[in-house]
């Protein structure tokens, strides 16, 4: 029997090169990056506290951002529902673990069946609009959320904001520690983004794909609509609990202005910005969108004096980027890759007629 | 009551049979693979340490007088390396000179530089020179030699114990397997049977050696009549053509037989892989590929995000047997089913001389390779019947000669039935068994394509009666 091409793992050279080229490469060495951050403040380099909390929220919202990636960039669909979901993930661990006392790991299992569910509703509702109009539905999904975290004061203590400064875990109360919750998200960043490669490569990821392109040519090919749009709905709002109860555990503060309109445009800015389709290209935009402001510019007495102009930033980076660049700051470096290759390329080439003469 | 419980008894086993025939293509496919991949690995193995060997002798070799090619084509190498060396420096030195005019300083520097390169030169002649002490050295070398032998053939052996034990392993537990699922397989085939014949009506409905039938379609848009009680049928292994003029229905038609329209009225019959008759008009739209029924677009339909290999990958579908979950974190099975997908895929590439365009994205490529990249994608899930609408439109003579080259060709070699919409009389009469002419959603003519040829009805409904 002929082989065609299944070997190619053979051919490869060393073991340093197999590792390097590992499609999970990527995402160990970010954690072992953020890691190696977080290690430096614990030894006693002195690094703000903002800069950490600021990439610690990024991380949350990458893993947010990552969920509607798919949605948006597999599935083709568009929502500006985000905001509501994170807001119902913060606030079901906080009145969970205020009033009740449950413990993280069965408020995760809770968010996951209550994610599961939210998520098949919007997805039904998505069968019958399409487009602009699902992000309006959504958008008005989100606001009655906003209404019911304002008003349900019982639950979410209404405008005032709910406040959460311990976690149960086996049955015990812990005082916060941001130090090891910022490790924990860490590894479970690194998880998140592995389990959305291997559903971006697998054959429901490719199904999601072919139902983008071409609706009917995947019905064709056995692609079951309804399932996958559930899917993706469902996946991006198990990822949309899972960044709220992280930002509870993380913050212990959550207020229902945060929810609103501006952080699922922010969402879905990052995840155009970077580049739909690509894990590194949502990590990027989302450190684009929010890091920058959070841990960067936080930390320049100039944007300090006047905040707002990261908002003028974040606009005009907008723009830019949609404009030039359709595919997204993904795109972008893989571009910049291939120019700054043929430059040093030139360079040397120039290097040599200097110090050799031209060719004979 | 009871039939009901026998329809549920039947769905099941039908269930049952797929995955089980599903499970033994699975075995057969991939055990000759995994051997193969050892087999391979053994031979790198063995060619490594061979490469080893040689450059372990090679000295003792030359000190033995024994300077074969190799020694001297190492040697020349050597010898090629110090001259490439050096001749960039002279360039250096040259270009060095031309800037700064002062012949005199770099006379000297230049004779350094040839008398350090022959220096180099007479070093490697010298360690490519034999020995003086001629016996020992030889001796030295055989002493090698034999010590490499015996490596080697150790080596070799070891290798060759594992390949065959990991084969026979294999293969024992393949003949195992096959013939446990086999028997299972047979069981399910006689109950099957069994409550088949027991409740199938449909079978007055549909021949034997029909594939497809339709009976009485109609479809209506509103008050346009498409299709106006429609009736044929299309026998197994033939190439059925449905012919007409511009707006006649045929396309309606396939998008009947394939559910994308619900039909107002009338039945369509089909004969699957198991022989058993089905109602069409019972299916979803997605699941009518599991029966064995693939179409093409008359507008080329492809992935254009993904490439072309990952494109046939998404026609398997319907193949993959690993759950959501499994494909979640990439368990050892759904790895496996990817890798035979991508052996069935690089096949039907390879049998369309596709293979070239395999990692190229759909955008770009020539419309006559869009639309056998479509062909070929319908290939990719074993079909029975296969629909194509219109396949030769936008295509050059020579293209649509290939065409017909290649539709006779996977009728012969993958055993479907063929059903084509065309409006290039030329390929309707060249390659169909059938041919059916249409107009206004009715029925014109049915027969070989000499009879439609002299048909006056069909030549009134292109060019016009008088």
New interface residues.
């Given amino acids: 029997m002929m082989l065609y091409s299944v070997n190619r793992s053979l051919e490869r050279k060393t073991k340093l090169h197999q590792i390097l080229h590992h499609p999970y490469f990527g995402f160990f060495a970010l954690g072992f990056l953020l890691l190696f951050v977080q290690f430096l403040r614990i030894t006693g380099v002195n690094i703000p506290i903002t800069v950490l909390r600021g990439l610690g929220l990024t991380m949350i919202y990458i893993i947010i951002a990552l969920g509607f990636s798919i949605l948006l960039g597999y599935a083709g669909l568009a929502s500006l529902g985000t905001a509501g979901f994170v807001g119902i993930g913060t606030y079901l661990i906080g009145y969970l673990t205020n009033a009740k006392g449950y413990s993280i790991s069965m408020i995760l299992v809770i968010g996951f069946l209550g994610a599961i569910a939210i998520g098949t509703i919007v997805g039904f509702i998505s069968l019958r609009i399409e487009g602009l109009y699902l992000g309006i539905i959504t958008l008005g999904l989100s606001e009655i959320l906003n209404e019911v975290f304002k008003n349900a004061t019982a639950i979410t203590n209404g405008t005032n904001g709910l406040l959460m400064n311990r976690i149960v875990l086996f049955g015990q109360y812990y005082q916060f520690n941001s130090n090891t919750i910022f490790i924990a998200i860490v590894f479970i960043l690194i998880l998140v983004m592995v389990l959305t490669l291997n559903i971006m490569k697998s054959p429901t990821g490719r199904a999601m794909l072919a139902m983008r392109n071409s609706e009917s040519a995947a019905q064709a090919m056995g692609v079951s609509v309804l399932k996958y749009r559930l899917l993706a709905f469902i996946i991006a709002t198990v990822y949309a609990f899972l960044g709220g109860i992280l930002y509870m555990t993380y913050i212990g503060f959550s207020i229902p202005t945060t929810w609103n309109l501006a952080f699922s445009l922010f969402v879905l800015a990052a995840v155009i910005v970077g580049g739909s389709q690509s894990i590194a290209g949502v990590v990027l935009g989302t450190f684009m969108i929010f890091g920058l402001d959070l841990a960067v510019f936080q930390q320049i007495t100039f944007f300090q004096e006047n905040p707002d102009i990261t908002f003028i930033l974040n606009g005009v980076l907008i723009v830019v980027v949609v404009m030039f660049y359709p595919g997204g700051l993904a795109r972008l470096l893989i571009n910049l890759k291939f120019k700054i290759t043929n430059l040093v390329k030139k360079l040397m080439k120039k290097w040599k007629a200097y110090k050799y003469g031209e060719d004979d | 009551m009871a039939k009901m419980i026998d329809s549920i008894f039947k769905l099941y086993l039908t269930i049952k049979i797929d995955r089980i025939e599903t499970k033994i293509a699975f075995l057969k496919e991939y055990q000759?693979?995994l051997i193969?991949?050892l087999k391979?690995?053994n031979d790198?193995k063995l060619q490594k340490v061979a490469l080893k060997h040689k450059h372990q002798l090679l000295p003792y070799a030359i000190q033995a007088g024994h300077i074969d090619d190799y020694a001297l084509e190492a040697k020349a190498l050597e010898i090629k390396k110090v001259e490439d060396q050096f001749y960039?420096h002279h360039?250096?030195l040259?270009?060095a000179l031309?800037r700064n005019n002062n012949q005199t300083a770099y006379d000297s520097k230049f004779a350094l530089l040839t008398s350090k390169k022959n220096d180099a030169i007479q070093a490697i002649e010298a360690s490519y020179a034999v020995s003086s002490d001629l016996t020992t050295a030889q001796k030295a070398y055989h002493l090698v030699v034999e010590k490499q032998k015996i490596e080697y053939a150790k080596v070799k052996a070891k290798l060759e114990e594992q390949y065959v034990t990991f084969s026979t392993n294999k293969k024992r537990l393949l003949d195992e397997k096959v013939s446990y699922l086999n028997k299972k397989l047979e069981i399910a085939l006689a109950k099957f049977n069994h409550y088949q014949s027991g409740i199938n009506s449909l079978d007055e409905m549909i021949d034997q050696d029909t594939i497809l039938k339709l009976d009485r379609l109609s479809m209506h848009f509103g008050g346009l009549k498409a299709v106006d009680e429609l009736s044929f049928s299309v026998k197994k292994g033939e190439i059925f053509g449905l012919i007409g003029p511009n707006g006649a229905g045929k396309t309606t038609v396939f998008n009947c037989i394939?559910r994308?329209y619900k039909a107002t009225s009338g039945q369509i019959f089909y004969r699957n892989r198991l022989n058993e008759p089905l109602n069409l008009n019972q299916f979803?739209?997605?699941?009518?590929?599991?029966e064995g029924i693939?179409?093409t677009?008359q507008n080329v339909?492809?992935?254009?995000?993904?490439p072309i290999l990952?494109n046939l990958?998404?026609?398997g579908?319907?193949l993959?047997r690993t759950g959501?979950f499994g494909?979640?974190?990439?368990i050892r099975r759904?790895r496996r089913e990817e890798?035979i997908m991508?052996?069935k895929a690089?096949?039907i590439l390879?049998d369309l001389d596709l293979?070239a365009y395999q990692y190229a994205y759909p955008i770009g490529l020539p419309y006559g390779i869009l639309k056998k990249i479509e062909l070929a994608?319908t290939l990719m899930?074993n079909p029975q019947l296969i629909i194509l609408d219109e396949p030769a439109a936008g295509l050059n003579d020579a293209e649509t000669d290939n065409l017909a080259l290649t539709i006779k060709k996977i009728r012969d070699e993958y055993q479907a039935t063929i059903f084509l919409v065309e409006h290039d009389m030329g390929l309707v009469m060249e390659i169909c068994d059938t041919v059916c002419a249409i107009s206004f959603g009715k029925k014109l003519a049915i027969g070989t394509p000499k009879e439609i040829q002299s048909s006056q009805i069909v030549r009134e409904a292109y060019l016009g009666g008088e």
Avoid: G
């Fill in positions: 000759p693979i193969d991949t391979e690995k790198k960039w360039r250096a040259k270009q031309k394939t994308f979803v739209v997605h699941n009518v590929i599991k693939v179409r677009f339909e492809l992935i254009w995000e993904l990952e990958l998404v026609a579908h319907t993959y959501f494909q979640l974190f990439n759904i890798m991508r052996q690089l096949k390879s293979l994608r899930v």
